[in-house]
């Protein structure tokens, strides 16, 4: 099976390819088609992230909804992992090799948005399949895609969210969200600020850039150390002794420093909020999917940074959507 990652604009193509909308990308309902069926045949799983979930329920109702019915019915709600259960079983495969002991399989695919949220999520509330969910939601459109599918009807609720305004705790939870973006946009323009001040050449902006990357880990590094029951210390001075190593060791932390490391390169580009989604997303799907399709500005850096050759993944670009299918076609035969 080959598994996919799309990003939101190539869900919002789909969406629009599966409805006849008039401004659906260019060859993008030849491609809809395809891989409708190859998801039915069970060839190629399209996997969602925590990034979907959020960029999903920042759009207006109707938009969202047809998101989510062509999310349903591609995805399956097969999911990729929350980043926080990913991470640490990176660290235990480095820390197992580094004692050469047997290395522990990574798992990085679920089922369920559940799965997605990571282990803070609340208990799965399940859906009789005898409920009427009209009952549910107020909107006509949800509950006839609830209705039509029952036994993901918990699923699609989670995925798409309240409707209309939201007040009190959920409220105050969304800006909270925001304001990690802006932290993280802001920071990363401070940095390119001291990077500009300092005379940073590219070489050393490198070196900075892995031991950045692996110092944000240090409490997932330390905790592997005592589960292995060797010293933290040991691994991390074993870390800072082999810092590209132990990067490589870390496919999702490896994409990131390659991403940071580019952005940083390129002295005019700004920081965005939504860049945070895009590391955590990418940093993910680029190690462990077969076929990543995002943004052309994060296949042009991938690209350059050689790390699409690293981890044998196939790039498409927004740009050539159109060609899924035919790249899909390729890695099927």
């Not at 079983?89 to 948005?113: I, K, S, T, W």
């Not at 005379?199 to 850039?209: A, E, F, R, S």
Request: aromatic share 6%; glycine share 6%.
């Amino acid at each position: 099976m080959q598994r996919v990652y799309l990003d939101q604009n190539a869900w919002i193509a789909l969406a629009k390819a599966k409805l006849g909308r008039p401004d659906a990308p260019r060859g993008s309902r030849d491609v809809f088609d395809f891989v409708r069926e190859a998801a039915r045949r069970g060839d190629v799983s399209f996997v969602l992230s925590l990034t979907h979930l959020y960029e999903t329920q920042k759009r207006g109702w109707d938009s969202r909804l047809d998101i989510v019915e062509t999310m349903a019915e591609l995805s399956k709600f097969e999911t990729i992992v929350h980043p926080k259960v990913i991470v640490p079983q990176e660290v235990d495969h480095l820390v197992a090799m580094m004692l050469n002991e047997q290395e522990p399989r990574v798992n990085v695919f679920g089922r369920g948005l559940f799965d997605l949220l990571g282990p803070q999520a609340l208990e799965k509330l399940a859906i009789p399949a005898e409920v009427d969910a009209t009952h549910l939601t107020e909107s006509a459109r949800l509950a006839e895609l609830l209705n039509a599918h029952r036994g993901v009807a918990d699923q699609l609720l989670l995925l798409a969210g309240p409707q209309g305004y939201v007040e009190g705790d959920l409220a105050a939870f969304a800006e909270h969200l925001r304001e990690i973006d802006r932290r993280f946009s802001d920071g990363q323009t401070d940095v390119a600020a001291k990077i500009a001040g300092l005379g940073i050449d590219n070489t050393q902006l490198d070196d900075v850039l892995v031991s950045y990357v692996l110092l944000e880990i240090k409490d997932e590094i330390m905790a592997s150390a005592l589960r292995y029951g060797v010293s933290p210390d040991s691994v991390m001075d074993w870390c800072i002794t082999h810092p590209r190593r132990a990067l490589e060791l870390l496919p999702s932390r490896h994409v990131v420093q390659k991403m940071m490391f580019r952005q940083h390169v390129q002295r005019q580009t700004k920081w965005k909020e939504n860049d945070l989604h895009d590391f955590t997303a990418l940093g993910v799907a680029v190690p462990y999917c077969d076929v990543v399709v995002t943004e052309n500005h994060w296949v042009d850096t991938l690209r350059r940074t050689g790390t699409d050759t690293t981890y044998a993944t196939s790039l498409v670009s927004m740009k050539e959507i159109g060609s899924l299918h035919t790249v899909l076609l390729g890695l099927l035969h």
